[in-house]
């Protein structure tokens, strides 16, 4: 699928469908933390930090059911937005700023053991997730989590953080 | 957690950068950071410039979040706090100002992770409701806590110390003296899970926010691990088996160790059952003192050698305070759950700096004991090994001084204060075996 742009917006660059651009992607693979946004039940953004992982299609982020009112946002409302903004949260070189519009979707059919298989793109931002995981007898809810899988639709970009210029905007038609 | 809207814009001054992010016209949020100014007195934040398309609408509803973490190369991330504030849009060029109309945020240096977590529990529950689940551990996990195995060592310092005086009479029987371990256990067990159950119950475990891998109860029941029905089947196959393993050992080694278990259940029972509920009438200390002092050593003693001795019951003393001590400083983070369901343990009862005096008192009382009983007779001069394990004692009153209304900051402390009891008795029974073996 083409890429389109949005209406106030530069022209669109070249994407390739369902993948985020490499400048975008790279952003993801370093923050520790990203800023997820969904629709609360009165159509009012919310915004919560947390742990972006990227696999090269999905985006993903992981919610133990102890804090579980931004899941039911979004089996509510699917569309949300990433936005990675914070240098030191985000330690890219150059430093640069983006937010990632999508699709979201709840995985919850194995709280228990199904988030697991994140792991290894969790571990390679928190090594001392498996010294957790070690102890999760101690703080079992901790790690009764849901998945939150986004598929991306839009990525906005802005270079060396730049939001008083005007973004790249990526359209991801047929995302996912 | 709620915050004012003017907290929350003071708070805000504090961070490097603002997201302002909105519902876009084809309903998905859009966010986008930028430098801002703050006016706490106004409630008042003005976020940009932002360049013209990236900025929200005029009155549109925004959320402008601030947010902080510290990485840690190798390890992950700390010092995680945000803010989140609602307001309408007010545009001006490309600058965004928002008045604050309502506010949230967490800060862990205020809001410890584990009791942050804590609060959550109620909404985990309604979201396994929802999605038709239940929480997930193995069974050996959920016995291990529900039965809060570590603190059998309770159980086992006195008996070991029983045995020990035994073998220093050269009446040592280590067959009954495991059987009595055994049933000195399956005692201990019951009395966890009882107090689990009647804590669960009287609402005083849900009520408690900061529990520590300590205090606060095993919270099988809070989290949904296992149900009351088998923690009750857990406490009455408990008991049934110590009063099993009593009466078989009455039988084999003396009737006279019947009174023995009967005090030990009593004790037991009267702890957390209603209407007794000794622990909530500030009485839970001298109840644990006995329990796990003179009545537990003597039962070690007693499957042994057959008769009963005062020099047991004088060389428990020591281990029956600090074991009551372990009761009286796992209180303290408790205070809080406990006060709010009326179960009125001395830290409930007491101001700080009484709790912590009366802390000192004890420990020094405990020790003063071994030298004391040397002097008289009452103890071998090799029990004084006994007096190395006083710098934890130290270590735990200057920690509940320091800490006393940090949860978190106690739970090293707890673990020295449980390793006080653990190490003196272990000396205590240490210094008997050296006794018997220079004899």
Same mark, same amino acid.
């Given at each position: ?50 742990? +972006? ?37 985000? +330690? ?85 | 957690?709620?915050? #004012? ?21 084809? $309903? ?19 976020? $940009?410039?932002? %360049? ?62 584990? %009791?942050?977590? %804590? ?43 029983? $045995? ?5 009479? @050269? ?6 003296? =495991? ?19 009647? @804590?669960?119950?009287?609402?005083? @475990? ?18 949904? =691990? ?35 278990? #009967? ?35 003597? !039962? ?10 005062? %020099? ?8 029956? &305070?600090?074991?009551a001590l372990v009761l009286y400083v796992n209180e303290i983070p408790d205070r ?23 802390y000192a008192v004890a420990v020094v009382a405990a020790f003063a004991l071994v ?21 934890? !004692? ?7 001084? @320091? ?9 090293? &402390? ?5 390793? =006080? ?19």
């Amino acid at each position: 699928m083409s890429t389109t742009s949005s209406a106030g917006y530069g022209e669109p660059m070249p994407a390739q469908p369902g993948v985020l651009p490499p400048e975008v992607a790279a952003l993801l693979d370093v923050a520790l933390v990203g800023e997820l946004t969904v629709v609360d039940h009165d159509g009012r953004p919310i915004t919560y930090p947390l742990i +972006p992982l990227y696999d090269g299609r999905h985006v993903f982020m992981t919610s133990a059911v102890l804090f579980s009112r931004k899941l039911r946002h979004i089996k509510a409302n699917p569309k949300v937005s990433v936005a990675l903004t914070d240098p030191v949260g985000v +330690p890219a070189e150059p430093f640069a700023r983006a937010t990632i519009q999508g699709d979201a979707r709840v995985v919850d059919d194995d709280l228990h053991a199904g988030w697991e298989a994140l792991l290894p793109l969790w571990r390679a931002k928190e090594p001392a997730i498996d010294a957790f995981l070690k102890k999760r007898f101690g703080i079992p809810l901790f790690f009764e989590r849901s998945i939150i899988e986004i598929t991306p639709r839009r990525a906005l970009y802005w270079a060396e953080g730049r939001t008083d210029e005007t973004p790249v905007v990526y359209e991801l038609v047929g995302a996912g | 957690m709620a915050l #004012a809207p003017a907290e929350a814009v003071a708070r805000a001054r504090t961070y490097r950068h603002a997201i302002v992010s909105w519902v876009d016209d084809d $309903g998905y949020p859009m966010s986008v950071a930028g430098s801002f100014t703050a006016e706490p007195d106004r409630a008042l934040v003005e976020i $940009g410039p932002f %360049e013209e398309a990236s900025t929200p609408p005029p009155g549109r509803e925004l959320c402008v979040t601030f947010s902080h973490i510290r990485p840690q190369p190798g390890v992950g991330y700390d010092e995680r706090r945000y803010v989140n504030l609602w307001g309408s849009a007010e545009v001006d060029g490309g600058r965004v100002r928002v008045t604050a109309t309502r506010a949230t945020g967490w800060d862990e240096s205020e809001l410890p992770f584990m %009791e942050y977590a %804590e609060r959550g529990v109620p909404k985990a529950h309604e979201y396994f409701d929802a999605v038709g689940g239940r929480p997930r551990l193995s069974a050996w996990w959920k016995l291990f806590l529900a039965t809060r195995l570590p603190f059998l060592t309770a159980t086992i310092v006195p008996i070991a110390l029983g $045995g020990a005086i035994a073998g220093a009479h @050269d009446r040592f029987d280590f067959g009954w003296w =495991l059987l009595a371990l055994l049933a000195g256990c399956a005692v201990h067990i019951g009395l966890n899970v009882a107090n689990d159950l009647f @804590d669960d119950l009287s609402g005083a @475990d849900a009520a408690n926010t900061t529990p520590t891998p300590f205090s606060g109860g095993s919270r099988v029941l809070q989290y949904g =691990l296992v149900s009351r029905s088998q923690m009750l089947a857990l406490c009455v196959g408990a008991y049934g088996v110590a009063i099993a393993l009593g009466f078989v050992l009455a039988a084999a080694r003396g009737w006279g160790l019947l009174w023995i278990g #009967a005090a030990g259940l009593v004790l037991s029972f009267v702890y957390s059952m209603p209407p007794f509920n000794l622990v909530a009438r500030g009485l839970g200390e001298p109840v644990t003192a006995a329990g796990f002092g003179p009545v537990m050593a003597l !039962g070690g003693y007693f499957v042994c050698a057959q008769q009963f001795s005062w %020099e047991v019951v004088y060389a428990s003393l020591p281990i029956a &305070i600090l074991i009551a001590l372990v009761l009286y400083v796992n209180e303290i983070p408790d205070r809080r759950g406990d006060a709010a369901v009326g179960k009125r343990t001395l830290p409930v009862r007491w101001p700080a700096g009484r709790v912590v005096a009366a802390y000192a008192v004890a420990v020094v009382a405990a020790f003063a004991l071994v030298p004391i009983g040397v002097a008289t007779g009452i103890l071998s001069a090799w029990t004084l090994i006994t007096l190395l394990a006083a710098p934890l !004692g130290l270590r735990t009153f200057r920690g509940i001084r @320091d800490h006393y209304d940090e949860p978190y900051a106690l739970m090293p &402390i707890i673990q020295a204060n449980i390793g =006080l009891h653990l190490v003196a008795g272990l000396l205590l029974v240490t210094g008997y075996l050296l006794a018997n073996s220079f004899a």
